[in-house]
């Protein structure tokens, strides 16, 4: 059974910092892996989409990583912004079934 | 992108009813839907997948008789929340795939809230 990992559960940085958040996955039979972000009572909307086969994505101040055989995944986030206080989850798509399992999340809070 | 639109995004209702919610794919066609709960400041659990013209398949633990889920269209698939309680309260999210290169890429709509007095 695919189980995802996040660590750690909430971070608290000043403003303009560089940041890591990490996630996990125990089964590396996947076919992607996806970073979202989530406000408070919100929906989800997607950040990155790493395909099985790719190392690494960017958009702007985000760089996800992926390493299938370690069965891990890193979001940096550059220069932190008081707008990226959220909660970012991310998910693996399962070979086969196609479902997508999350982690628990990373409450992450960025202070002026 | 494409676009999954959820009605209501928030409904409270009293205890003993039964809710509706709606998840459409606006701009593409979906045999399969996703449905998922989540609890405050909890991740978000799979309940089932919803299947066009067939019955939905749900995760173990979710019981079938509380939430119906009916997928009649390409582009609709509806969860009803039978003889809500208020243990049933929760963000519910649904999600509709579509095809990007060798596998699916998930599209979510903003959720809906259930309150149950």
């Known amino acids: 059974k695919q189980e995802v990992t996040q660590i750690p559960a909430a971070l608290s940085v000043p403003e303009g910092e560089n940041l890591v958040l990490n996630c996990s996955f125990t089964?590396?039979?996947?076919?992607?892996l996806q970073w979202f972000r989530q406000d408070p009572g919100k929906g989800l909307t997607s950040l990155l989409l790493?395909?099985?086969?790719?190392r690494e994505q960017t958009s702007g101040r985000l760089n996800a990583s992926l390493d299938k055989s370690s069965g891990r995944s890193t979001l940096y986030i550059a220069a932190s912004q008081p707008g990226d206080s959220a909660t970012y989850l991310c998910?693996?798509?399962?070979?086969?079934?196609?479902?997508?399992?999350f982690g628990q999340g990373t409450r992450l809070t960025i202070n002026p | 992108g494409a676009v999954v639109s959820q009605h209501p995004s928030w409904v409270i209702c009293k205890s003993g009813t039964s809710v509706k919610i709606e998840c459409r794919s606006l701009?593409?066609?979906?045999?399969?839907m996703f449905w998922y709960r989540q609890f405050p400041k909890q991740s978000l659990m799979l309940m089932a997948t919803?299947?066009?013209?067939?019955?939905?398949?749900?995760e173990q633990g979710v019981e079938k008789d509380k939430f119906l889920i009916n997928h009649a269209s390409l582009t609709l698939s509806t969860l009803t929340v039978t003889s809500a309680h208020p243990e049933d309260s929760s963000f519910y999210i649904c999600?509709?795939?579509?095809?990007?290169?060798?596998?699916?890429?998930?599209?979510f709509g903003a959720g809906t809230r259930l309150s149950v007095l």
């Open positions: 999600s509709a795939p579509t095809l990007r290169g060798v596998a699916d890429i998930q599209y």
């Open positions: 089964d590396s039979a996947i076919y992607n």
């Open positions: 790493i395909q099985s086969s790719q």
């Open positions: 998910a693996v798509l399962i070979q086969g079934a196609q479902k997508l399992v």
């Open positions: 701009d593409f066609q979906a045999t399969t």
């Open positions: 919803s299947n066009e013209g067939s019955k939905a398949t749900y």
